[in-house]
């Protein structure tokens, strides 16, 4: 009565949409899916056929991620506005040094089956350059850096602050767009509206290094003279700022330290589960079993996908989109074609 789900991104949401129509309860690893259409009818399909869910990001289970949303919505910050996430990927082969497929065709090794593996991607000759693992860094297949990390490292973000569907995403800056392979660094801002008493909010994602090898980071001076990671977070309020420095926000401090080293944090309302992967599936049986939804459930893990998500479709837009998340489309341009793909002829759509 159950699946877990740990495919390559392209498959997640056939695999999904399949098993909760047939009344299984599904685990799928990060992001939920490949596009936002997909995440949208991951959320609406849980809820359809009463399933128990959970998504992946393994950051939700720590305790400390948990404490951090009551420390910040317990108001100790102060009043968001800004959100800053980055990352050290990618860590995998892709533009500037890939920019196109594979000439070559070499035989499909035994233990592969190609045609199971393309799914509802577009046919193409087999290559290693796509399986194993190098496939997150092409379109077809993966969701690059976005897809791949934001649903740990700005986890803590959008549950602490309620962030839902966003009014814009824009990329700001990124390197050469190709039609294979995700851009070699990218910075893109996804502006939430206010949601109850919290006020309008800026959401700066940041991936890749620059052309002279420069990693891309946010401004130092919001790390208040702390050294910056490979990844992590930094949460700005008008009282001051909560820094997460690892991809799950299991870990963080409050800055400048000066003026919270007396703080004490508000008692715990967020049940506590131990940490790690095997405490995230431990909460999924607990909801199968009658108890509360995991906290990563599909409700939840499907907004911020769709929000996480739409950054990939603002580089291929190439421009700002001006979101409706009601009819699940741009208001200024037609991005139909990157919101909803296209499956494979003989594939579930």
């Not at 999904?16 to 490949?34: D, F």
């Not at 350059?129 to 934001?150: C, E, L, V």
Request: charged residues 20%; glycine residues 10%.
């Amino acid at each position: 009565m159950r699946v877990t789900i740990s495919t390559p991104d392209h498959m997640h949401a056939p695999a999904g949409l399949l098993a909760m129509s047939l009344g299984k309860h599904v685990y799928c690893q990060k992001p939920l899916t490949h596009s936002v259409y997909e995440a949208r009818r991951m959320g609406q399909v849980a809820r359809q056929y009463k399933v128990a869910t959970q998504m992946g990001n393994q950051g939700t289970a720590s305790d400390g991620l948990r404490r951090g949303v009551e420390v910040i919505q317990s108001g100790a910050i102060g009043a968001v506005r800004e959100v800053h996430v980055w990352t050290n990927r990618p860590v995998w082969p892709q533009a500037p040094s890939i920019t196109a497929r594979p000439n070559e065709t070499p035989a499909i090794p035994n233990h592969v089956d190609w045609h199971l593996f393309l799914g509802v991607a577009p046919d193409r000759p087999y290559h290693n350059a796509y399986h194993p693992f190098k496939w997150r860094g092409w379109w077809d297949f993966g969701t690059g850096a976005i897809g791949d990390m934001s649903c740990h490292t700005a986890n803590l973000a959008f549950m602490a602050l309620n962030l839902g569907h966003p009014l814009s995403v824009e990329a700001l800056d990124h390197g050469p767009i190709n039609e294979e392979t995700f851009p070699a660094w990218a910075t893109t801002k996804t502006e939430f509206g206010a949601r109850g008493a919290m006020p309008p909010l800026s959401y700066y994602w940041y991936e890749g290094k620059f052309p002279d090898g420069k990693k891309n980071l946010p401004p130092m001076d919001l790390f208040h003279g702390e050294k910056p990671t490979n990844s992590g977070s930094i949460i700005v309020g008008d009282k001051g700022i909560l820094y997460s420095p690892n991809d799950y926000g299991s870990s963080w401090k409050l800055l400048p330290g000066d003026d919270f080293k007396d703080y004490e944090a508000p008692d715990a309302w967020i049940p506590r589960i131990g940490g790690g992967d095997q405490a995230m599936k431990n909460e999924w049986v607990e909801a199968m079993r009658g108890g509360k939804p995991a906290l990563s459930n599909f409700d939840y893990a499907s907004q911020m996908t769709e929000s996480i998500l739409l950054g990939n479709a603002a580089l291929k837009a190439g421009g700002r989109i001006e979101w409706d998340s009601t009819r699940l489309q741009a208001k200024n341009m037609d991005i139909s074609d990157i919101i909803q793909r296209e499956y494979r002829p003989g594939w579930m759509a």
